[in-house]
Nanobody
Framework: QVQLVESGGGLVQAGGSLRLSCAAS????????MAWFRQAPGKEREFVAT???????TYADSVKGRFTISRDNVKNTVYLQMSSLKAEDTAVYFC???????????????WGQGTQVTVSS
């Protein structure tokens, strides 16, 4: 069982940066794959980035080169560093965790409540 709480969202100008954090609790955190998803108004939840328990990362094409996912297993925290933000990045960002590594939201059994990121143009 993993509990996840996101933070760090807010309002930022286009071209700016934000760092999202996901604080996790659970005895097996270090073995879980972690991911970030986002959901914009009127759209389905979409994959953003994933990181395996050993630190291998993947990214959606839409954010590759701009976003960086990382994890600190000692702090039980996952991060999403976002730079060169665009209006299209506006969404609620969710942290997710499970024992497998996938780009599919349905593969993740544990979710945070989300944090709003709004990018103004």
């Amino acid at each position: 069982q993993v509990q996840l709480v996101e933070s760090g969202g807010g309002l930022v100008q286009a071209g700016g940066s934000l760092r999202l954090s996901c604080a996790a609790s659970g005895r097996t955190f270090s073995t879980y794959a972690m991911a970030w998803f986002r959901q914009a108004p009127g759209k389905e939840r979409e994959f953003v980035a994933t990181i395996s328990w050993i630190g291998v990362t993947t990214y959606a094409d839409s954010v590759k080169g701009r976003f960086t996912i990382s994890r600190d297993n000692v702090k039980n925290t996952v991060y999403l560093q976002m730079s060169s933000l665009k209006a299209e990045d506006t969404a609620v960002y969710f942290c997710a965790a499970d024992s497998t590594n996938s780009r599919l939201a349905k593969a993740y059994g544990f979710w945070g409540q989300g944090t709003q990121v709004t990018v103004s143009s």
